[in-house]
């Protein structure tokens, strides 16, 4: 169940809508201005968000 209405904070998991409508699960990284989705799968490379 996720929170639509809750903070997120880097560290925290996130459920993230992609444009085609799919949803996934990535842990949330925030370095300044730079936004960092992690896959908990390592055959994956993260997405950055800048």
Excluded: C, W
Aim: overall charge negative.
């Amino acid at each position: 169940m996720a929170d639509l209405d809750s903070s997120i904070y880097s560290g925290d998991l996130a459920v993230v809508e992609l444009a085609n409508g799919e949803l996934m699960v990535k842990k949330f990284r925030q370095k300044e201005d730079i936004v960092i989705l992690e896959n908990y799968n390592i055959d994956y490379e993260p997405v950055v968000v800048k």
